[in-house]
């Protein structure tokens, strides 16, 4: 197993740490790790595990607001479906100092000190403040008290978004390549509770959402399979409901020409404490589900499905 970094530093030459020294592979935006043994047409993703500060991130929210941002410990959920064959990107940076799931031009005016010197194209997430740069780190919780410069945005995309693209993207397009194939999974989780329809009361969540977009990145039966699995591992699982996919899926699902996508979002309660962030007594339960689910895939894949 080979667990390999993009070295990733802020304009200024300063490391994600912090620190100087640029020359080292512990500065890095993103890890891949390679699989154990025989690879498989299969890569695991989790854009939203990174929780390294930068050192240019100067929030005013604070850490534990910043904490509800955070698919914490999904990276060490999926540590083990590279013995299945499965290569694992994983981000070191959070999702609060730019969302690699987002378009690169998904960028809310509002954070911006100046317009943006390109096209924006706003998504949902965008226009409630939760695009590429997050205005709020929750419900009316303000994430900066100013407004950034399109030079400080460039810098952010440039170190850490466009490495974990590429790293994504390379190691997809390496497994279609060589199998004509591949089964692609981004990782997520969410909280245990959601806004209801129309703002209503909260509601409590699915233990596993599947998303697909729609039917539009992998085939229904696919998804309808990964349902299945979770399903008859006791845990309730439902379809596009109330996560349907964002961009990582959208950009790489394309099974016309046989490249599946599918979007995974846990229940927290179901592995953490979301009170504190620590893991609770189910973590070991949940990292065991998805090894077992990565050699179901690996199977199914040898079975030309």
Known sequence: MDVRTHAALLSDGRALDGSNGASSLEFCAVSVTTPKGRAAPVVF?????????????RPVA??????????????????DVTAAGATLVTARFPRAYVDPNRAENDIDP?????????PVELTE???????????????????YDRQL?????????????VPY?????????????????????????????????????????????????NGTTAPRVLTEWVAAFFLQRGLRATINDPHRG???????????????????EINRALYLDESTGGRNAGFGGIRRHLAQFAMAVRELTRAGA
């Open 62 to 79: 604070t850490r534990a607001e910043i904490r509800t941002t955070w698919d914490a410990y999904v990276d060490e959920l999926c540590a």
């Open 149 to 161: 410069s399109v030079a400080e945005v460039q810098a952010r995309i440039a170190s850490c978004h």
């Open 110 to 118: 509002e954070v911006l000190a100046t317009p943006w010197p390109q």
């Open 246 to 264: 964002a961009d990582i899926v959208r950009t790489h699902g394309d099974p016309a020409r046989q490249r599946y996508s599918v979007q995974i």
């Open 165 to 213: 693209r590429r790293a994504l993207r390379d190691a997809i397009e390496a497994a279609w390549r060589q199998h004509g194939v591949v089964w692609h999974f981004n990782m997520h989780s969410m909280k245990s509770r959601g806004l209801g329809r129309s703002g209503g009361p909260d509601v409590v969540r699915p233990d596993v959402v599947v998303g697909d977009r």
């Open 45 to 57: 993703d989790s854009p939203h595990s990174g929780f390294e500060f930068p050192a240019d991130f």
């Open 125 to 143: 997430y965008g226009r409630r403040g939760m695009g590429l740069i997050r205005r709020f780190a929750g419900p009316a919780v303000p994430m």
